[in-house]
């Protein structure tokens, strides 16, 4: 391997590194702010969500696989449910609709 490579990866730990330091020396024995905190608390959400959903309408020739996907889990997580009746609704409305219509 060259110089090159050491000094790459040298490079991205450092800036992996710095804004992981940053708030940790920083923000450290401070409290934020309820709605910061509410936000930051969305961030992991909000990031999965835009991950996947895209993915969600390319998972089937059918495109209608996938919106009957998205809106059944929709559905079921806004009625209250946890996320493993949310995973286990969709798999099983899904299941049918692949039988039904598959």
């Known amino acids: 391997m060259g110089a090159w490579i050491w000094w790459m990866i040298f490079g991205m730990a450092i800036v992996t590194y710095i804004p992981r330091a940053i708030p940790l020396t920083f923000l450290e024995g401070r409290e934020l ?23 969600v309408f390319f998972i089937q020739e059918n495109i209608w696989f996938g919106v009957i996907g998205v809106a059944s889990a929709f559905a079921i997580a806004i009625a209250g449910a946890n996320v493993i009746f949310v995973i286990l609704g969709t798999i099983a409305i899904l299941s049918i609709y692949g039988l039904w219509f598959g």
Do not use: C
């Open 33 to 55: 702010p309820e709605v910061v905190q509410n936000v930051l608390r969305n961030i992991p959400y909000a990031v999965l969500g835009a991950l996947i959903f895209p993915a």
